[in-house]
């Protein structure tokens, strides 16, 4: 933490949001019908019309981010004394509510990294590039927010380096532990942290196993909820429904429920209003286009002017669980979101988002005044945790788990169903079938 | 088969080529730049430009089939003396080389079964609407021919019933064991059916108890390369990669390579001549877009026009295996089609249809040579196999799988993996991973 402090006295940002007309290499393209950077490279802010059979609202348009490429989400990790460390930056993003959060030791794009800008060669790039097959304890392509980034798509990869490695003054070797730790506090991991630990494997263990290891590991203070994480994590058997019963639940909603999108000038939009400074809906509502000026300086100073999305208010992604046959399960929801890959990605229990157009009447949401209520020591997570700030502006959502008692029924609304860990990793290891608000809130369980 | 005559005896087909002008509700929209059904509904041949850096060509434009509804492909099963049997359609369609294949129980799109062309319900199509969940052994969404389709994706489904079952006389129960037998004669099964059994899963079993299981099996005739495929698909251990591994290939290669396609009007395809009776390529190869009038009869005579997809040669789709460590391997491409949901699938080792335009220099592309002079005693299988007769005129491929000895190296080309018939099943399972023809192939696999 201090050392954290530390970082953040040593920079400076300056962000200043700024009209349209002014931001120097992006504008509005007439014949595109969008905002774009003058190489075509980054990513652009486009207008989509949505038609849809899911929800309320048949049909709407809407802003969203357009980035088709996929970048790099990555962490160096290496052993010390037997335990994994994983080298974390202090990264500054312009829209960070704390200025420094820790990142990926790389986070790129393939415009940074072909170096479109003519900057700096991204630090420790030639790792990931010349990683051999053996090194790479995890490479997966994971979707980012639906509702914001139309398709959009990370490769969240882990390699792991046996020599000695130069790290520069920014980084720092953390444990998973020290990383699941800091997430308790808010805003101090950044979301792109957060994906990629999300999907480290655990294996496939049998009950019983798992019950000798949490005998065993009494004494060493595991908590019974911890004990439960991890039995719901490892274990193959006892689940509420099969792989194959959660994939036919999966079939049969998408099969259902069509998602149209076309793109419409972001000009013509319907209900949005194409402002100087914002690109904002008529009501106020979901969220705002906007343009910002940044300057960061360290021992030089960098400054570029670019759009960014701002939020109207803050969200709440949670995930309610509840011991079953004796193992902790997650009532998961299965959404649709306009930018997703494939129509519907599993997500956590409740999930409200500002930008969300899917919103129900006051109070309809389901499980969202429980979780507001939740007593205390039901409560096993809670912090707020930052959205990331190279394109959202100071956007935090509350992030929550809960442990239910049996004032929740097994019994779920149409579009929920029980999972386990073990199954929730599973989903997640096959790519886009975990939506990135329910990764978040994996991220943060914990089994010591 | 005698059955089957005597079911292509019973009806007639007429079908015959006619100009585009003459279509009955189909026609060329100049707004959309594409033909459609005057209901909108079906499917609409559009013309796309591809963009990828995948492969030798980096641009082309082509025709291709947009039919965004998901449909049914259904099979209703039942046990009779302790065996599930499968309920079989001899279906005739109108672009079928044997009039008549043994097709799914149900084989229905969306516009099909809400009857927008106002025929008859589909047969037994409320068996699916009204399953119970304990009664679906298996619902998937899967891919189509992704050079020929934009993204289509049907819904492989089976339900067992335990009550009985009225059977209209174009209809059988066969085991599985039968439509394996029957699909080693060509052109009997159809496409539908072969991908719906594709998706039967297995189980996983440890190595030793399957060594016991073809131990006890000897006496009963099992062969050896049969008792080879049971291992390759129950046994969870000795594969050459992990399924993690595998990830990682695919994630490397879904990173690299891009994919954009865009709608272009059909009349302004670059190299494709839109003709009165065809919409062909300049030079006469891949494939042409026809119109068609069919005349389908049994006792009432049914008659309607619609555009078809006719192949300008045959293809060859092939599977090298190869024992390794004593575990059959099936030599894997990663291929990039542009119609694919997510840039690549998995498909087989050879797979050379006419219609894709990834072809590389005459006796480049690898194993085509090695599979078409394979000595008899190494070919498992080999059959010409039907595309869907709703869409393509007497379009047929030969299906062959190849067990390769030494003179195959374990080194494979830079986007081919070793994978086992356990992990096939296991990526056939999370849907969009196993291209169609690579399920084809599967399907042909028999343990008995």
Chains 1, 2 share one sequence.
């Not at 170096?115 to 790479?136: D, M, S, T």
């Not at 100073?301 to 004796?326: H, N, R, T």
């Not at 129900?360 to 389901?366: D, F, N, Q, S, V």
Request: charged share 25%; hydrophobic share 40%; with cysteine.
């Amino acid at each position: 933490m201090s050392w954290l402090n530390e970082q953040n006295e040593a920079v400076s940002l300056r962000i200043e949001k700024i009209p349209f007309a002014t931001l120097a290499q992006w504008g509005y393209d007439a014949a595109e019908g969008r905002i774009r950077h003058a190489s075509g490279k980054f990513f652009s802010i486009d207008g989509i019309r949505v038609n849809t059979n899911w929800g309320t609202v048949a049909e709407w348009d809407q802003p969203i981010i357009n980035q088709p490429e996929i970048g790099y989400l990555g962490f160096i990790v290496k052993e010390f004394d037997g335990v994994l460390h994983f080298l974390m930056q202090a990264k500054i993003e312009p829209g960070n509510v704390n200025y420094v959060q820790l990142s990926p030791t790389l986070q790129a794009t393939r415009s940074n990294y072909t170096q479109v800008h003519k900057g700096k060669k991204p630090r420790y790039l030639e790792y990931f590039q010349q990683a051999k097959p053996e090194q790479i304890l995890l490479d997966q392509l994971q979707s980012e927010q639906g509702a914001r980034f139309l398709r959009k798509r990370n490769r969240n990869i882990i390699i792991k380096v046996e020599d000695d490695i130069d790290i520069y003054e920014n980084f720092v070797w953390l444990t998973l532990a020290q990383i699941k730790e800091l997430m308790r506090h808010s805003n101090l991991v950044n979301m792109d942290t957060r994906t990629v630990i999300s999907g480290i494997p655990f294996g496939q263990v049998q009950s019983q196993v798992i019950d000798f290891f949490n005998f065993l590991g009494n004494g060493k203070g595991r908590s019974s909820v911890e004990k439960a994480f991890l039995k719901s994590a490892l274990s193959q058997e006892g689940s509420v429904h099969s792989i194959e019963n959660i994939i036919t639940f999966l079939t049969q909603l998408k099969s259902v429920f069509d998602l149209e999108v076309r793109k419409v000038d972001l000009k013509q939009m319907r209900e949005w209003v194409y402002g100087e400074e914002s690109i904002h809906h008529e009501t106020g509502k979901y969220f705002k286009v906007i343009a910002v000026d940044v300057e960061i300086g360290n021992r030089e100073v960098v400054q570029w002017s670019q759009p960014m999305v701002e939020p109207a208010q803050e969200g709440l992604c949670a995930f309610v669980c509840k011991e079953i046959d004796g193992l902790l399960h997650f009532a998961v929801q299965a959404k649709l979101e306009c930018g997703n890959h494939d129509i519907i990605e599993f997500a956590p229990t409740v999930q409200c988002l500002t930008g969300n157009y899917r919103q129900t009447k006051e109070g309809a949401l389901p499980f969202l005044e429980y979780v507001l209520h939740a007593p205390k020591e039901q409560v096993y997570f809670d912090a707020l945790q930052s959205e990331e700030g190279g394109r959202f502006f100071r956007e935090q959502n509350r992030n929550m788990i809960i442990i239910a008692g049996d004032e929740i029924s097994e019994e779920l609304p149409e579009n929920y169903i029980w999972m386990t860990l073990n199954q929730l990793y599973t989903f997640l290891k096959f790519n886009n079938y975990l939506n990135i608000q329910a990764r978040s809130l994996i991220a943060a369980i914990s089994f010591v």
